[in-house]
């Protein structure tokens, strides 16, 4: 059974950083390419960052570069997404995506992932 369960959400005040977590099983993870999505309060999903198998290639959104940094352990079947200098517009809920055809030049796209976690909540607060 693939499972993905993120955590490290939390409420934190504007200019403050957070660090979340995506754990997966069910998979062998170090073949799998990894993302992170949002979904504010009524808008869509959209992408946020991506990793290849190995962590050689990481690609965001423009809205997060140089912000937000996401790395993988292959050895503990994690990726992480750690978020510096937030803002109210970074409340979202999160998710952690996999696909397991590895990392394709479709990334940004949800239906490039085949598996997702339950999702984690971030607000930032001004």
């Known amino acids: 059974q693939v499972q993905l369960v993120e955590s490290g959400g939390g409420l934190v005040q504007a200019g403050g950083s957070l660090r979340l977590s995506c754990a997966a099983s069910?998979?062998?993870?170090?073949?799998?390419?990894m993302g992170w999505f949002r979904q504010a309060p009524e808008k869509e999903r959209e992408f946020v960052a991506a990793i290849n198998w190995s962590g050689s290639n990481t690609y965001y959104t423009d809205s997060v570069k140089g912000r937000f940094t996401i790395s993988r352990d292959n050895a503990k079947n994690t990726v992480a997404l750690r978020m510096d200098n937030l803002t109210p517009e970074d409340t979202a809920v999160y998710y952690c995506?996999?696909?397991?055809?590895?990392?394709?030049?479709?990334?940004?796209?949800?239906?490039?992932?085949?598996?997702w976690g339950q999702g984690t909540q971030v607000t930032v607060s001004s």
């Open positions: 069910g998979l062998t993870f170090r073949t799998l390419g």
């Open positions: 995506a996999a696909d397991r055809e590895g990392l394709s030049y479709s990334y940004t796209r949800i239906s490039e992932y085949n598996y």
